[in-house]
């Protein structure tokens, strides 16, 4: 821990001075004191550029206004909503809690952080923007932002990602906290991360810390914050067979947990790595997704990625039409194109529907 002080308290007021003269950063949630909104901000935000998250935020409080109305929402329309989004645990997550509310905290949020942190989908930063936000509880949040200001201002070489730093991090963060307005200090630090302390281009010289700021004097703003686990990622080849009978085509729910859970695909044969035609029909017939004989290939698409945080999916889409339609199968639907749209994707197969007359 900083053993200065004086640089402690200068750093809070400084922040809070750059707050109150330089920052103009314009979020429709700040300064809301609705637990609700907040939290729906906050939820829609974990792991989404704010860019991308402020018009899904607008979306969900026009059709959603309070809470009763997201709880009663069926789940699919929520998920066709959140749809783009990804991570969509949070999406269930979000609905749980809100369901939980509604009914047996009759639409009333928890007003401390030890109630609002036991809600599904809300973990220590989460909490504390809340109760700090909408109840003035003095609480610091501790997101990327809060880490890579502390880290290049008091020098801290500790990783982020290990218990031993998390901790040195969040007590660092809670002694900064001014206690008298840990809202307006929480959204300061928080803005300040995001348009002068960015992660790789700085504003160093419109830096109000540049006179005693470690990472700045010591030429060291690359290397900090310091995060030394590696992420191993996954790989993942997806087939998707893309089934024509009598213009219907047969989508699923996935429904395990896994990635993309309670969106829909079609049907799907998914290998380790890349298989040759050949091979994908072989398989696809052993599980019974296409019957020998019975079908007629009309196309295979170009390959498709998407890289999520710790995994990389590839594949290939495979156009069939069907001369006979296959057993059912008990998770299967049979829609027409034009009703596709009505059920959530991943941005996956998006990229395909949006592209499938070229392919």
Not at 81 to 86: D, I, N, S, V
Not at 278 to 284: G, H, L, R, T, Y
Not at 318 to 323: A, D, P, V
Request: proline fraction near 4%; glycine fraction near 4%.
């Amino acid at each position: 821990m900083p053993k200065n002080n004086y640089l402690k308290e200068q750093f809070t007021t400084q922040l809070l001075k750059w707050n109150n003269e330089k920052n103009n950063r314009k979020m429709p949630w700040k300064g809301e004191k609705d637990p609700y909104k907040i939290w729906l901000s906050e939820i829609i935000l974990q792991q989404t550029r704010v860019e991308q998250g402020l018009n899904y935020y607008n979306r969900f409080i026009k059709i959603f206004p309070d809470i009763h109305q997201l709880a009663k929402a069926t789940d699919e329309k929520v998920f066709k909503m959140w749809e783009g989004l990804g991570y969509y645990s949070r999406c269930k997550n979000l609905l749980t809690t809100a369901k939980f509310i509604s009914k047996d905290c009759h639409g009333k949020f928890p007003e401390s952080f030890e109630r609002i942190i036991k809600l599904k989908g809300i973990g220590p930063y989460t909490a504390a923007a809340i109760s700090s936000f909408a109840y003035n509880l003095p609480h610091a949040v501790v997101d990327g932002n809060v880490f890579r200001v502390l880290a290049r201002v008091f020098g801290i070489t500790k990783s982020l990602d290990s218990s031993e730093g998390k901790k040195y991090f969040n007590r660092l963060a809670n002694d900064l906290l001014y206690k008298k307005s840990p809202g307006i200090y929480n959204q300061a630090i928080m803005d300040f991360g995001a348009v002068i302390c960015k992660p790789n281009t700085p504003l160093c010289p419109e830096c109000p810390f540049k006179k005693t700021c470690y990472a700045f004097l010591h030429n060291k703003t690359d290397l900090l914050p310091v995060k030394k686990k590696k992420i191993n990622i996954k790989n993942r080849w997806f087939y998707y067979f893309v089934l024509e009978y009598k213009g219907t085509f047969a989508i699923s729910q996935r429904t395990h947990k896994d990635i993309w859970e309670q969106l829909f695909e079609f049907p799907l044969l998914e290998t380790l790595q890349r298989q040759s035609e050949m091979e994908i029909f072989k398989q696809a017939e052993k599980i019974k997704i296409l019957k020998k004989s019975q079908y007629e290939l009309i196309s295979f698409s170009s390959v498709y990625k998407q890289k999520l945080s710790h995994q990389l999916i590839r594949g290939q889409f495979i156009k069939i039409k069907l001369k006979v339609k296959p057993e059912v199968k008990k998770d299967w639907k049979w829609v027409k194109m034009s009703q596709i749209g009505q059920f959530a994707f991943p941005v996956y197969i998006k990229q395909f529907l949006k592209n499938r007359g070229s392919n």
